[in-house]
């Protein structure tokens, strides 16, 4: 019985252990084999690298040389991929000049067509990176195609378009972003108002109006106008303040506060703190404090024994106001719950961030 | 039947069972290489770069607090510190908590960060032994040092705990250094389900690695033979083990050298067990636990990528005291959790991991000594035959070798973290030889822990740190 046992398991261990070895050597072996070649094509990089610094460092010179992009367009195309990192890699933290002198260079290296080309391979990844060189070289003869591609199946490259598409900044491409900010994905949202930032004020008279079209998004419209920080977007921010939707008169609020408060605006922070809804309550708070208005510690330190967020922003609103809020703070040391508690670890923050000063 | 006639029926009978416990343990440690290497490569796709830079950009983004228990920790802590106050997340504070140390570890934090002692007092949502202090950080630095009682590890994290103003908190050990992206990778399953209520990162060894700065500028392999017998174990055990085990919610251990977990959920819990060796391991099953037994959804998601560095023992003394204590540590919790083995009601952590981890980690090592002694002695006084060794051999050693040389493939096929080619040839080396004496010796120390563990002793036992090597500069 043992013996029938033991040779079964010999039987079927001894081929199977030998042909675990077998494969996993010879993975082994692969892998070893890969290392090698990465190693050899690293090395060969690094000496096309080296060739051809001094061309691509020609076109980044006080004076763009003819002689430079003539050079580059006889770059042979199974080259071309080094030239491409090198421009990727320096447009990365690239503006102004350089970019358009690396933007020549590139068509030039045919740089520009291959990315185009790129655009409608079948492989996702592909597909991302000329969407995301094309916008590195804020090529705008490519805007049609990258908002075909704002629509593709995978989400790696409508991202990548979108960033491209901030980076580019023409302003055709506002209201295509804009359409698209409602999109089911909360990563791709943000990445579309990081891109609607990077156009600045100029993007405010179309959000206005994307927001009027569309009221679902004028909570979100708001918060990027806040962030964009542009004044042309007060006047109709201050008229959301008034708006029956809560979420959109503390998303208002709160860009107000961070745009900064003008005489209007401290009129309707101090009506915000009278709000039946805590966080617009809390938002009027947050932008006085931010605005330095001393005058208003009395009204703020009435509303230490709000709502916990608005007692809150309050408090932090206090600690902002110098003086006078540090004595309207004091006044409520000594109170119960969470007035107290909040006006005395105001008071330590500011002593601490005092005594590090 | 006489009575040479009984033991040598007996021995067979129990070198078949031997023989049958190392197949099935190797078998299962096969399908979780295979399932693990499936996973790996579809993370790989799954969290691009672009997560990340979402997971920055987000105003959804989880706070955390990063909570350091360190007890006599003077050699690492700065460092350690350090590298966390430059991790790349967009909101968390760091919560060092001095656990009575009688070395100067709380001098090393307060003089190298510029802490001043603050009238701090916090709501104890768990019971700790009693705070002595609190520093905070005036130059910015988003930077809390609790000075407490020694209390132990768990009670440390406990002070931590109660102090978090965000709702996730990362544990980590004061010897670790986190990876700049850590976090932002480790969050990632937290904001793709909100019902992920704990998150553990791959634990990976610094000795051979160069720091400069509380970061990881150069990976090598240790020169010690036993730290590298040990990135071959640490290998094995998170890219095989815990990938398989995390796919189907069966993650039974997140190591406590760095796992993440709702904060809510651990002060449900009643926060960290202070009466265990193995708190790491007794609070995910105390998660595990709880939402079963209320029917609630939930996740314990291992992410292989976010790493963390940590200093592995290099004497033979320390490595058994460790290896002793994770014994130890993984039988308190087993026999506080005896109500879920074989349970239906815990789905596959009951019918599953806690069989699995009942017969091959907590008795495990008495089967495996009791196994090599017996059989050594059968054979030498020809009880049995050679060819009982032969495939005990077989089984367990080749076959273990080829998991340890797989596992080190998987390494390198994912992450290849390892940058020399000479790392992955000598790593496959160490892990073909790991079975030829050290899996043996590493053996022994556990057998020691359960003796220990039926003995009643529940302490630690040191840890001498010699500190990360510096960086050549």
């Known amino acids: ?357 | 039947m006489t009575l040479r006639d009984w033991t040598i029926g007996a021995l067979e009978v129990f070198d078949l069972i031997l023989i049958a416990y190392f197949l099935a343990i190797n078998t299962i440690y096969l399908v979780f290489s295979i399932v693990a290497y499936v996973q790996l490569r579809h993370h790989r796709k799954r969290w691009t770069a672009r997560e990340l830079g979402a997971v920055m950009r987000s105003p959804a983004t989880p706070g955390i607090s990063i909570l350091v228990p360190a007890y006599n920790e003077a050699a690492n802590v700065a460092e350690s510190v350090r590298s966390l106050l430059f991790l790349n997340y967009p909101l968390y504070e760091v919560i060092v908590v001095n656990d009575g140390s009688k070395d100067d570890t709380l001098d090393q934090v307060v003089e190298s960060f510029e802490l001043v002692r603050a009238p701090v007092s916090y709501t104890q949502a768990v019971p700790t032994k009693p705070v002595r202090g609190v520093y905070r950080s005036i130059s910015g630095l988003d930077l809390t040092v609790i000075d407490k009682e020694n209390g132990g590890k768990a009670d440390a994290i406990n002070a931590g705990v109660n102090a978090a103003r965000h709702p996730l908190v990362c544990v980590i050990d004061a010897d670790s250094v986190l990876e700049e992206h850590s976090l932002t990778r480790a969050v990632l399953p937290i904001i793709e389900n909100p019902a992920t209520i704990a998150v553990g990162g791959i634990v990976r060894l610094a000795n051979g690695c160069a720091i400069d700065h509380g970061r990881v500028i150069d990976i090598g392999l240790p020169k010690s033979h036993l730290a590298r017998f040990q990135v071959v174990e640490y290998l094995r055990a998170f890219l095989a083990g815990r990938v398989a085990l995390s796919l189907v919610n069966g993650l039974m251990i997140i190591s406590g050298a760095f796992g993440i977990f709702s904060r809510a959920a651990v002060i449900e819990v009643g926060g960290f067990r202070q009466d265990t060796v193995g708190e790491d391991m007794e609070m995910v099953a105390n998660l595990h636990r709880l939402y079963r037994d209320r029917g609630e959804k939930y996740r314990i998601v291992f992410q292989p990528d976010p790493v963390c560095w940590t200093e592995a023992p290099e004497s033979i003394r320390v490595l058994a005291r460790q290896r002793d204590r994770w014994q130890r540590g993984t039988l308190q919790v087993l026999s506080r959790h005896w109500r879920m083995f074989a349970n239906p009601r815990y789905g596959v952590i009951g019918l599953f991991v806690m069989p699995y981890y009942v017969i091959f980690e907590g008795i495990g090592p008495v089967i495996e000594l009791l196994g090599y002694v017996l059989t050594v002695l059968a054979v030498a006084f020809h009880l049995i035959g050679w060819r009982f060794a032969y495939l005990l051999f077989l089984a367990a050693v080749v076959y273990g070798a080829m998991i340890s040389l797989a596992s080190v493939i998987l390494e390198e096929v994912s992450f290849r973290r390892y940058p020399r080619l000479g790392d992955l040839l000598w790593l496959a080396f160490y892990g073909f030889l790991e079975h030829f004496g050290y899996r043996q010796l590493s053996t022994w120390w556990r057998v020691r822990g359960v003796f220990r563990f039926l003995m009643g002793e529940r302490g630690w036992g040191d840890m001498t740190r010699k500190g990360f090597e510096k960086a050549q500069t």
């Open chain 1, 1 to 357: 019985m043992f013996t029938y046992i033991t040779d079964l398991f010999v039987a079927v261990l001894v081929p199977f252990l030998a042909l675990s070895a077998i494969v996993l050597t010879a993975m082994l072996v692969f892998l070893v084999v890969q290392r090698g070649i990465d190693e050899l094509q690293f090395r060969r990089r690094q000496r096309l690298t080296a060739r051809y610094r001094e061309l691509v460092d020609g076109l980044l010179g006080p004076e763009i040389s003819d002689r430079c992009l003539v050079e580059i367009s006889r770059v042979p195309a199974r080259h071309r991929y080094v030239i491409e990192t090198m421009f990727l890699k320096t447009l990365a933290l690239a503006t102004g000049t350089v970019v358009e002198r690396l933007r020549d260079g590139a068509r030039a290296a045919s740089l520009v067509d291959d990315w185009v080309h790129q655009l409608s391979s079948r492989k996702w990844w592909v597909r991302a990176e000329g969407t995301r060189a094309l916008g590195l070289v804020r090529e705008t003869r490519a805007l049609p195609l990258m908002f075909k591609v704002l629509d593709d199946e995978h989400e790696e490259v409508r991202a990548a378009a979108v960033e491209a598409l901030g980076l580019i900044g023409h302003p055709q491409a506002i209201p295509v972003l804009l359409a698209r900010l409602s999109d089911q994905s909360r990563h791709q949202r943000a990445r579309i108002v990081e891109a609607l930032r990077e156009f600045g004020d100029v993007a405010t008279p179309a959000m206005v109006q994307h927001a009027r079209t569309r009221p679902a998004d004028a909570a979100m419209v708001a918060d990027i106008l806040g962030l964009v920080g542009g004044h042309v977007a007060a006047e109709e921010l201050k008229r959301w303040t008034g708006d029956p939707n809560p979420l959109i008169r503390t998303a208002a609020m709160r860009a107000i506060g961070t745009i900064g408060l003008d005489q209007d605006s401290v009129q309707l922070a101090l009506a915000a703190l009278a709000d039946e809804a805590p966080e617009v309550r809390a938002m009027g708070a947050r932008a006085l404090g931010r605005a330095r208005r001393s005058d208003t510690a009395t009204r703020l330190v009435a509303h230490l024994d709000d709502e916990w967020i608005v007692a809150a922003s309050c408090a932090d609103a206090l600690r902002r106001l110098g003086r006078p809020g540090v004595d309207a703070l004091q006044t409520r040391i000594d109170d119960p719950g969470y007035a107290g508690d909040l006006a005395r670890q105001m008071l330590w923050e500011r002593r601490t961030a005092t005594a590090g000063v």
